[in-house]
């Protein structure tokens, strides 16, 4: 088992930027490709950006390219989400992941490559 825990969400004006941790215990952590996916109110769950193992591999949706970016630090347990530029349309809950299987063949953007996810962590954008 691995737990995740998200923190840093908040309320930030348009063109703001905010940063998200993302803290994991159980399991040894630099065995797992981690994810981060948002859900909008009346949307489904999207993915936003993935790390590999090591961190030297990572890939956005997107929408999000050249604006946000993914780290892990595995001393500490913990991927980060840095966004900036947000835009009113990056609000939602943003939720991290945690797969054991290699990104391959661009399934890193489905929900179905990760066993753990977090609870959620909000991010309001205002215009």
């Known amino acids: 088992q691995v737990q995740l825990v998200e923190s840093g969400g908040g309320l930030v004006q348009a063109g703001g930027s905010l940063g998200l941790s993302c803290a994991a215990s159980?399991?040894?952590?630099?065995?797992?490709?981690m994810g981060w996916f948002r859900q909008a109110p009346g949307k489904e769950r999207e993915f936003v950006a993935a790390i590999s193992r090591s961190g030297t591999s990572t890939y956005f949706a997107d929408s999000v390219k050249g604006r946000f970016t993914i780290s892990r630090d595995n001393a500490k347990n913990t991927v980060y989400l840095q966004m900036n530029s947000l835009k009113p349309e990056d609000t939602a809950v943003y939720y991290c992941?945690?797969?054991?299987?290699?990104?391959?063949?661009?399934?890193?953007?489905?929900?179905?490559?990760?066993?753990?996810w977090g609870q959620g962590t909000q991010v309001t954008v205002s215009s």
């Open positions: 992941a945690a797969g054991p299987r290699p990104f391959y063949s661009g399934n890193y953007y489905a929900s179905n490559q990760y066993d753990y």
């Open positions: 159980g399991r040894t952590f630099n065995n797992y490709y």
